[in-house]
């Protein structure tokens, strides 16, 4: 199984924080990486799929970047609704695997 | 627009069978485009592929539950099902469906189910 770290596993930041979250693979997965964002008591929501592409309805303050192993989310302004946890996962084979998530929480 | 809709019982005893059903509206369940995943989270934890289906009944399983799971699928109905047998507490979670676009791209999981609590208890 391809394994996924992501760090760091909590922050608290303020509305209109630059919030920037890696994520690392056990292996090179190219550019099979996406993430997603849950809030409390609702299932994930896709952000970006291959590294780097807004999901349709994604607000352009999100960006992916990345290759190889070593991959990052930014959030350019945080948001109020922006509090939540965010999860990247891997489909470059299965067992598809989804890292341990990331909480933002409000400073 | 795409929705899936978890059903089936919310708790099961230890040793039995969950069973759950994915209904899938405003796409067709036989869309070459997609896999029809499973996926499950326990309680304050992370997230678990469980498997998924493609319309030609071409399925990829989870190696840690490939020997309790079956993933099947009812084109007259549209709808795909979930079945894990020799339940335990460790399986408590809740469970969601999910659209994954892998056949026609890299794989990712566009449009999710509410999910649905299932709790091991006797």
């Known amino acids: 199984d391809i394994q996924l770290t992501q760090s760091p596993s909590s922050l608290s930041a303020s509305v209109g924080d630059r919030v920037t979250i890696t994520c690392r693979a056990g292996?090179?997965?190219?550019?099979?990486l996406n993430w997603y964002q849950q809030k409390p008591g609702k299932a994930p929501e896709l952000l970006i799929h291959a590294i780097s592409n807004l999901q349709i309805g994604v607000p352009s303050r999100f960006s992916g970047s990345g290759s190889r192993t070593e991959f990052t989310l930014t959030i350019s302004s945080l948001q109020p609704e922006d509090f939540a946890t965010y999860y990247c996962?891997?489909?470059?084979?299965?067992?598809?695997?989804f890292g341990p998530g990331t909480t933002v929480e409000v400073k | 627009q795409v929705q899936l809709q978890e059903s089936g019982p919310g708790l099961v005893k230890p040793s039995q069978t969950l069973s759950l059903t994915c209904t899938v509206s405003?796409?067709?369940?036989?869309?070459?485009?997609?896999?029809w995943s499973w996926i499950r989270q326990p309680a304050g934890k992370g997230l678990e592929w469980i498997g998924r289906?493609?319309?030609?009944?071409?399925?990829n399983y989870n190696p840690s539950l490939k020997s309790r799971v079956t993933i099947s699928l009812d084109m007259s109905k549209s709808q795909f099902s979930l079945k894990l047998t020799s339940v335990t507490a460790a399986d408590t979670a809740i469970y969601y469906c999910?659209?994954?676009?892998?056949?026609?791209?890299?794989?990712?999981?566009?449009?999710w189910g509410q999910g649905t609590l299932v709790t091991v208890s006797s």
């Open positions: 999910a659209r994954d676009a892998g056949p026609s791209s890299t794989s990712f999981y566009d449009f």
């Open positions: 996962q891997q489909s470059y084979n299965t067992p598809l695997t």
């Open positions: 405003g796409d067709s369940i036989n869309n070459g485009n997609y896999y």
């Open positions: 292996q090179n997965i190219g550019s099979y």
């Open positions: 289906i493609y319309f030609t009944g071409s399925i």
